[in-house]
């Protein structure tokens, strides 16, 4: 396969911090790469540089097999898009954002009416042309942002946590069109994500980030084969919790985290292991619900992020859960900080890594 980017000894400095610090990775054509790693790893640097939109403090970047330099670097930001975690709209139409990139390029009226078109197909968003792009909800708004991007089909999509804080529906949307982009155009992905979930089941690469380096690269397999151990550490991700398995029968194995919480799970694996639940598997409640859900923990909210249409809460249940209600479901249950709820999540919804 054909290496489309390539970072060769790049580190960025601002100022007395040191963002990425001897970095050399190679991109490949036509896949998806996702950057795994807590806040302040790198991962957003090292998009910015691979948007052309920074240049390192050391090192080089090639695109194409060409090192970027003061003279091309505006022909090669024709061939790479990023789109930021926090969107970014026009106060216009959804149509008028999507057009706005291939207007500053001076592309055709017809082309541009037929982009936009398909981008917006791509993304699940016909017929929403002509609505405000600031009264959509979050949700929509990042998927017109990432409209925007494949409107001018780039060779590379760069995607900084492009699902983070989102509903499910809109996250599983997004989700499908990175792999839908990249199946069926061949377009090259890099995203940043710190989803265990997310970085398991849709890349062909995992690059680990800690410190401004990358310390771990390969397959998705591999990498949560080897580190699955030490993938809290190396992930620090919300709802990832290192702890000792042991089958308890029926096809169950009990993991202990600590704390007094011991969590089921259908994975049949014993000794030390790390596990993952996604913030959008737990069901909060005031009360305890009968389900099939195995299970079940009494806590108190902690914190509470108000994201719009979504609420970001922590849960205090022995350890800290990130949980993810509706607008409307946080206001109907009354819940403030300190308020004891409800968690419950089946065995099946565990990841053990």
Do not use: C, W
């Not at 000894?9 to 610090?21: E, M, N, P, Q, S």
């Not at 592309?107 to 197909?121: G, K, N, S």
């Not at 591999?222 to 550490?233: A, H, M, Q, T, Y």
């Not at 259908?266 to 005031?286: C, H, M, R, Y």
């Amino acid at each position: 396969m054909a290496i489309l980017a390539e970072l060769k000894d790049v580190t960025k400095i601002y100022g007395d911090k040191t963002a990425l610090k001897n970095v050399n990775l190679q991109i490949q054509e036509g896949e998806i790469l996702a950057l795994l790693g807590p806040n302040g790893s790198g991962k957003t640097t090292l998009l910015k540089l691979l948007a052309f939109l920074e240049a390192p403090t050391n090192g080089e970047i090639k695109f194409q097999g060409e090192i970027i330099n003061a003279k091309n670097i505006e022909k090669m930001r024709l061939q790479s898009t990023l789109v930021f975690q926090k969107t970014v709209l026009f106060d216009t139409s959804v149509y008028n954002n999507v057009a706005y990139g291939l207007k500053i390029r001076r592309t055709p009226r017809e082309a541009v009416d037929t982009e936009v078109r398909r981008a917006l197909r791509l993304v699940r968003l016909e017929g929403f042309e002509r609505q405000p792009a600031k009264k959509l909800s979050g949700g929509e708004q990042q998927r017109v942002a990432i409209a925007r991007a494949l409107a001018l089909r780039t060779k590379l999509l760069l995607l900084d946590e492009p699902t983070a804080n989102l509903d499910p529906k809109n996250a599983s949307i997004i989700e499908d069109v990175i792999a839908t982009v990249n199946r069926e155009y061949e377009t090259t992905v890099v995203m940043a994500t710190h989803n265990m979930f997310q970085a398991k089941a849709l890349p062909h690469r995992v690059a680990l980030m800690e410190e401004g380096q990358i310390t771990e690269m390969g397959e998705p397999a591999e990498i949560f084969g080897k580190l699955s151990k030490n993938l809290v550490r190396f992930a620090a991700v919300e709802n990832t919790f290192a702890g000792t398995a042991k089958a308890a029968g029926s096809g169950i194995t009990i993991v202990d985290v600590g704390n007094g919480v011991q969590v089921e799970v259908t994975a049949q694996k014993q000794g030390e292991v790390s596990i993952f639940v996604n913030p959008q598997d737990i069901i909060l409640s005031k009360h305890v619900v009968e389900s099939s859900a195995r299970n079940v923990f009494k806590g108190k909210i902690i914190e509470i992020k108000d994201l719009g249409a979504v609420v970001k809460l922590k849960v205090d249940a022995g350890k800290p859960f990130a949980v993810q209600v509706t607008k409307r479901s946080f206001n109907e249950m009354g819940l403030n900080l300190n308020s004891e709820v409800y968690i419950a999540f089946k065995a099946s919804s565990v990841q053990m890594l």
